[in-house]
């Protein structure tokens, strides 16, 4: 499927990219590369917890790249739903939380 608002990422926009900020992109890929390596955290995990981020962020292609991701380290398709409900409930309870925001401002208008 093709959409032309979100344009797939080509060997040749990677090398642009580099061309154009290659010590920014090399940094890039280091920090990419220890952040989902092994650690306290199995990278199954951290990709589970990349869908989540992904779907709050609502990046295509890190919703791509990291469903992928997090089937190549073995998460059902189980797992990936919970985390994307995670991250609608994280979304939805960041609304709600910020909701004190609004009563205050009605209380001091002198609606309430």
Same mark, same amino acid.
């Given at each position: 499927?093709?959409?032309? $608002?979100?344009? @797939?990422?080509? $060997?040749?926009?990677?090398?642009? $990219?580099?061309?154009?900020?290659?010590?920014?992109?090399?940094?890039? &890929?280091?920090?990419?590369? *220890?952040?989902?390596? /092994?650690?306290?955290?199995?990278? &199954?995990? @951290?990709?589970?917890?990349?869908?989540?981020?992904?779907?709050?962020t609502q990046c295509p292609w890190c919703i791509e790249?990291?469903? @992928?991701?997090? &089937? $190549?380290?073995? *998460?059902?398709?189980?797992?990936?739903?919970? *985390?994307?409900?995670?991250?609608? /409930?994280? &979304?939805?309870?960041? *609304?709600?939380?910020?909701?004190? @925001?609004?009563?205050?401002?009605?209380?001091?208008?002198?609606?309430?």
């Amino acid at each position: 499927m093709s959409d032309v $608002r979100f344009p @797939k990422p080509t $060997r040749e926009t990677a090398e642009r $990219r580099h061309a154009l900020a290659p010590e920014a992109d090399k940094a890039f &890929r280091a920090f990419t590369k *220890a952040v989902f390596a /092994e650690g306290a955290l199995d990278t &199954r995990t @951290k990709q589970l917890i990349a869908v989540a981020v992904a779907h709050v962020t609502q990046c295509p292609w890190c919703i791509e790249g990291h469903v @992928k991701a997090a &089937r $190549r380290e073995g *998460a059902s398709a189980e797992q990936i739903m919970e *985390a994307i409900w995670v991250a609608a /409930e994280m &979304r939805a309870g960041a *609304a709600f939380a910020h909701s004190v @925001k609004a009563l205050d401002l009605l209380k001091d208008s002198g609606e309430e």
